[in-house]
């Protein structure tokens, strides 16, 4: 794996990392844990928060995930904290300018405002993109994540030629890499970002909550559970790495870990 940046490291690789909150909900450990009868604990709240994340320095602005669109957080009873293109817009990722745009996976709360981007690469798992765009997608225990317009806007991306398809790992830019691990869904991919520090590792929905990790307890929807696991042992490889700090994709402890940006409390996290 890669080790933190050393001193000679150009600053054109190394980012300023935010994590944006732009809604939230509350839901039950029963849920949001795969059979969570199996672990003989009685069922208790659990707050889900929903982030998109921005990597930037003074050559470039890369977005990771777009978050969900209005009308899907609506129809899904999820509460709307901010609009994340425009929380996205005040931390320097313009959708006029074209910033690169990372796609972790393609469930409604990380594509849905893709279409407002549409002068931006798009970088997506090749095994993420074939099966959304492809003939399973449409099955109950899958479409019930995605929205069927946001799906079909990924291939319609595709045909302009602005898609870049990764295959396991790729530096998508300088200081910036995505590793696909599966599990939660076919191409769930994994960030990692080059910061002052270290490395910030963006687990996105690979790791939902720091317990999942912590606690070895599968999220509810899953593609490959096997997959699963190993993306946990990865992470738990990546986060025992000097320098490195994780980040979960849907943890209100993130909130709570790091430090909220001056004048955007309750928006904007610094995780690096």
């Not at 609506?74 to 320097?92: K, Q």
């Not at 279409?115 to 109950?140: C, L």
């Not at 590793?179 to 590792?201: E, F, I, K, N, R």
């Not at 559970?225 to 209100?252: C, K, Q, T």
């Amino acid at each position: 794996m890669n080790g933190p940046p050393t001193a000679r490291t150009s600053a054109d690789s190394v980012y300023e990392v935010l994590a944006l909150r732009y809604g939230t909900r509350t839901g039950s450990r029963a849920e949001i844990y795969l059979n969570h009868g199996i672990y003989g604990e009685p069922d208790s709240p659990l707050d889900m928060d929903y982030y998109v994340w921005v990597a930037r320095n003074h050559h470039r602005t890369v977005v990771i995930d777009t978050g969900f669109s209005r009308a899907a957080g609506a129809r899904r009873l999820r509460t709307a904290l901010a609009s994340p293109v425009e929380a996205l817009r005040r931390f320097g990722a313009r959708p006029e300018q074209g910033p690169l745009i990372v796609i972790t996976h393609a469930h409604y709360d990380h594509i849905g405002n893709l279409a407002a981007f549409d002068q931006s690469e798009v970088v997506i798992a090749r095994a993420e993109f074939d099966f959304w765009t492809g003939p399973y997608a449409r099955r109950a225990q899958f479409a019930h994540s995605a929205e069927p317009e946001e799906t079909a806007h990924l291939a319609e991306i595709h045909r302009q030629g602005r898609t870049t398809l990764v295959d396991h790992r790729a530096t998508v830019a300088p200081g910036i890499e995505v590793l696909v691990v599966g599990g939660h869904t076919p191409g769930q991919s994994v960030v990692l970002v080059d910061t002052p520090g270290g490395q910030a590792v963006l687990a996105s929905d690979s790791l939902h909550y720091y317990e999942e990790l912590e606690r070895d307890r599968p999220f509810a929807f899953v593609a490959d559970l096997p997959a699963m696991y190993r993306g946990f042992d990865l992470l738990a490889e990546l986060a025992s790495g000097p320098g490195r700090v994780l980040v979960p994709g849907h943890d209100p402890e993130v909130a709570r870990r790091f430090d909220a940006v001056r004048g955007a409390e309750g928006l904007a996290y610094r995780i690096a």
